[in-house]
């Protein structure tokens, strides 16, 4: 139906998640079950990828991996199972030696059959949030690049003047690399209200790790936009952002 162009029909919002597992993972695991010996003789496992995944998120990676515009139609939610249901794969790890390889977004493409510049290339169009004071994209996140531990790399761009932040986390960490532009990074630690100030300028190349529990701004304080590579270590998810703003 996606590759014919239909219609796809979500009902609800498409924010009901679901954990998805590509089915060669799924076959490995079964084997491996199969095969095993002597640590065990009755266990349940869930065999999953370990990652809640939105309809709306699943969407998002069809139409950048599809050649094709693919239209969709959200309808009066209905009645069926839970929006959300949690799986964790950390027994099936330790337990069988297994662990999922493949990508959500590989395993569309394989399940698909699509085979286009786009797939083979690993073109991946980006999703732009814009507001007055500029635009901010995710770049990559672990499913693009098949490896969980990833985290999550993006662009922010700042208009001349605007300041983005005032938050902290209390265990992601994150860097800052200013690479077009200038900007004025500000730190203030929540324990010792102590605060710093940091130039990041395309003329000094330079990466910068925020602090945890560290409420951090950054202010554009060039002529032009300001161009931020950014890196965190742990792709944001909605159910546990650790995301606080200044009080």
Same mark, same amino acid.
Not at 48 to 74: A, D, F, M, R, W
Not at 225 to 230: A, I, N, S, V
């Given at each position: 139906m996606i590759n014919e162009g239909k219609t796809i029909s979500v009902n609800g919002d498409g924010k009901q998640e679901r954990d998805y597992?590509?089915?060669?993972?799924?076959?490995?695991?079964?084997?491996?079950?199969?095969?095993?010996?002597?640590?065990?003789?009755?266990? /349940?496992?869930?065999?999953?990828? %370990?990652?809640?995944? !939105?309809?709306?998120?699943? +969407?998002?990676?069809?139409? !950048?991996?599809?050649? @094709?515009?693919?239209?969709? =139609?959200?309808?009066?939610?209905?009645?069926?199972?839970?929006?959300?249901?949690?799986?964790?794969?950390? !027994?099936?790890? =330790?337990?069988?030696?297994? @662990?999922?390889?493949?990508?959500?977004? @590989? %395993? +569309?493409?394989?399940?698909?059959?699509?085979?286009? /510049?786009?797939?083979?290339? @690993?073109?991946?169009?980006?999703v732009k949030h814009q507001d007055s004071r500029g635009m901010f994209a995710e770049v990559l996140r672990p499913e693009d690049i098949d490896n969980p531990a990833f985290g999550q790399m993006s662009i922010n761009v700042t208009s001349p003047g605007e300041t983005k932040g005032g938050h902290y986390h209390l265990y992601k960490r994150e860097w800052f690399c200013v690479v077009r532009g200038k900007g004025l990074l500000i730190l203030r630690d929540r324990a010792t209200k102590k605060r710093k100030e940091i130039i990041l300028s395309e003329d000094k190349l330079r990466v910068v790790e925020i602090p945890?529990?560290?409420?951090?701004?950054?202010?554009?304080? %060039?002529?032009?936009?300001?161009?931020?590579? +950014?890196?965190?270590?742990?792709?944001?998810? !909605? /159910?546990?952002?650790?995301?606080?703003? /200044?009080?």
């Open positions: 597992l590509y089915v060669d993972d799924a076959v490995e695991a079964i084997i491996k079950a199969t095969l095993h010996q002597g640590k065990f003789e009755t266990a /349940e496992l869930d065999i999953c990828s %370990g990652t809640q995944t !939105s309809l709306n998120k699943l +969407l998002e990676i069809l139409k !950048s991996v599809c050649p @094709q515009e693919i239209p969709v =139609e959200y309808k009066k939610t209905l009645s069926g199972p839970e929006w959300r249901i949690n799986k964790d794969n950390q !027994s099936a790890k =330790e337990l069988l030696g297994w @662990q999922p390889t493949t990508s959500l977004r @590989q %395993g +569309l493409i394989n399940s698909l059959g699509i085979k286009t /510049e786009n797939t083979l290339l @690993q073109i991946k169009k980006l945890t529990n560290n409420v951090h701004w950054i202010k554009n304080i %060039g002529k032009s936009d300001m161009f931020l590579l +950014l890196y965190i270590d742990k792709s944001y998810n !909605s /159910e546990t952002a650790d995301t606080y703003r /200044e009080e």
